[in-house]
Nanobody
Framework: QVQLVESGGGLVQAGGSLRLSCAAS????????MDWYRRAPGKQRELVAA???????YYADSVKGRFTISRDYAKNTVSLQMNSLKPEDTAVYYC???????????????????WGQGARVTVSS
């Protein structure tokens, strides 16, 4: 089975930067897409950034221009560079992976086959 492990979470000041990474391990086969979600306290899980073949990239409106998603296919990792962080960015961030393209972009929540344990990001005012 595939396991996803996030790293890089922590506490930062508003306006600061942080980079999250997600590494996939285990039995990796087929086409795997790796994207980023987040869940703030009392909020639903939302898609933050997604990347697919063909250079299709999605960013939530709330993070557009501040966050950047990057994929290293050789290392089976995906990163999320977060700049100009705001207190409302405080959340647990999850890496999610799908083996195949489900025919829609950005993907829906149930399109993913694997999820990481989450990395907590706290942005102070």
């Amino acid at each position: 089975q595939v396991q996803l492990v996030e790293s890089g979470g922590g506490l930062v000041q508003a306006g600061g930067s942080l980079r999250l990474s997600c590494a996939a391990s285990g039995t990796i086969f087929g086409l795997v897409h790796m994207d980023w979600y987040r869940r703030a306290p009392g909020k639903q899980r939302e898609l933050v950034a997604a990347r697919a073949f063909g250079d299709n990239i999605y960013y939530a409106d709330s993070v557009k221009g501040r966050f950047t998603i990057s994929r290293d296919y050789a290392k089976n990792t995906v990163s999320l560079q977060m700049n100009s962080l705001k207190p409302e960015d405080t959340a647990v961030y999850y890496c999610a992976a799908a083996r195949v393209y489900k025919g829609r972009f950005p993907p829906l929540l149930n399109d993913y086959d694997y999820w990481g344990q989450g990395a907590r990001v706290t942005v102070s005012s």
